[in-house]
């Protein structure tokens, strides 16, 4: 599977890089995981959103999902042909004034994660895990058909017991790495050694930090976990464009 990076800050948007948003492509599927601000720009740059096959959401949060409203907008306005003729947006039925939401005339329809067992959306597996965050949260674990290398996205979320059980053994461990190591609590997001500590332990083979601080020294988040991370584990910042083969 293809993992491209069309958004990576977490908050807001910030010198011309949408919040979280990611494109996972297999076997010709395109699911879009979360849908930040600035996503369906960036998203455009590598695919028209009429070829999306599916979109998930890890929770509510605008820097996960203020782009939602504008995609079922290009859903139903732009012209060209379309993957599919209702997109289906997985999400957590779990906040109705949200989750209803996702129901757009003509153009997308909400559908509920069932997050007590896997659930196959196109050629993925997906496994879902609650997070610690202050609205419902799903972290996830993602396969492929006939592909043994799975991803962990932490989505958003601090530190707590169980998530390191979540992780281990993830090819590629996409990681909420909001804050440096001296980041006071309360916190709703990992800092730096959280991340190379869940990457070393759940013996990971690769790391990429996401969800950065748009106003924050990507340089020195980067350092901090280079300096607590196991050196085997390969390290990347995520941003735009970025492709991940997993
Ligand atoms: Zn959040």
Redesign the pocket.
Same mark, same amino acid.
């Given at each position: 599977m293809k993992l491209t990076v069309i958004g990576a800050c977490g908050g807001y948007p910030a010198k011309g890089q949408a919040t979280s948003a990611f494109l996972l492509q297999s076997q010709g599927f395109n699911l879009l995981i979360d849908c930040g601000s600035g996503a369906l720009l960036a998203l455009q740059k590598v695919l028209s959103p009429l070829q999306l096959d599916a979109v998930l959401l890890t /929770?509510f /949060?605008a *820097? /996960?999902v203020a782009d939602v409203g504008v995609l079922q907008h290009f859903w139903q306005l732009a012209p060209g042909p379309k993957k599919v003729p209702i997109l289906p947006i997985y999400a957590s039925n779990q906040q109705p004034e949200n989750f209803d939401k996702l129901d757009w005339p003509a153009s997308t329809v909400k559908r509920a994660l069932d997050v007590t067992k896997p659930m196959q959306i196109g050629p993925f597996t997906l496994t879902f895990f609650k997070t610690k /965050?202050p609205v419902e949260?799903y972290a996830v674990r993602i396969k492929e058909a006939g592909n043994c290398h799975e991803l962990v996205y932490t989505a *958003?979320t601090t530190l707590f017991d169980g998530l390191n059980d979540f992780i281990a053994g993830a090819d590629v461990l996409l990681a909420d790495t909001n804050f440096l190591a001296n980041q006071p609590n309360p916190r709703w997001h990992l800092t730096t050694t959280e991340t190379a500590m869940l990457a070393n332990t759940g013996h990971v083979k690769n790391v990429i930090l996401t969800h950065l601080p748009p106003f924050g020294d990507i340089d020195a988040l980067k350092r901090e976990v280079v300096a607590a991370l196991t050196p085997d584990i390969r390290l990347t910042i995520a941003q735009e464009g970025l492709i991940c083969e997993i």
């Open positions: /929770h /949060h *820097d /996960h /965050h949260t *958003d």
